[in-house]
């Protein structure tokens, strides 16, 4: 998981206890938000349709299942109180989807009826759901042949006084090049 802040990223890793918990830890040679750490290469293909998961995961898993509620209980509660403790902040909100997050983002920059967020039209149906669940017309722009994401050029010609947000979407593992303006970039992965 990477959080960023400013213009360095650092991570933090997430695991689950045996005992249903959350465990949040930055590795050693993270210990400041000072320096830009570089995860190392990936020298190996990731097959992205297979799980990983342990014991350890498959227990939480249970818990939560035989608890009564399953998408605001107390394994929730558990994991926001501590990854706003892990980022040294107030607030941490838990949601059900990036759908959810997304349509968040929107709200919480007070975007809505009347205004425009440019977008990619090759991604998941969510992306622009959460913009027109926010009241906003999603404008789509077309992506670059050879990775799929996002022409950032294309994105500064559709720029216009109504254009409140860009929305890239990273795909492939391939980040979106962003446009250069004055208005947030809502990253989706």
Known sequence: ???????????????STVD??????RPSRMSSFT???????????????????????????????????LTTGDAVSEFEAKFAACLGVRHVLGLTSCTDALH???LALEIGSGDEVITTPMSFVATATAILEAGATPV???VEPDTGN???????AAITPRT????????YGLCATCARSNRPDIMSA
């Open 20 to 25: 249903g918990g959350i465990r949040f830890e």
């Open 104 to 106: 968040m983002a929107l």
């Open 150 to 156: 996002l022409d950032a050029a294309r994105v500064e």
């Open 35 to 69: 320096k830009p750490w570089k995860p190392p290469p990936v020298t190996w293909r990731i097959p992205y349709f297979r799980h990983d998961l342990g014991e350890a995961e498959l227990a939480c898993l249970a818990s939560v299942l035989q608890g009564e509620i």
């Open 140 to 142: 789509f722009v077309d």
């Open 1 to 15: 998981m990477v959080v960023n802040r400013g213009k360095f990223a650092d991570a933090v890793i997430a695991e």
């Open 164 to 171: 409140k947000a860009i929305l890239p979407v990273h795909l």
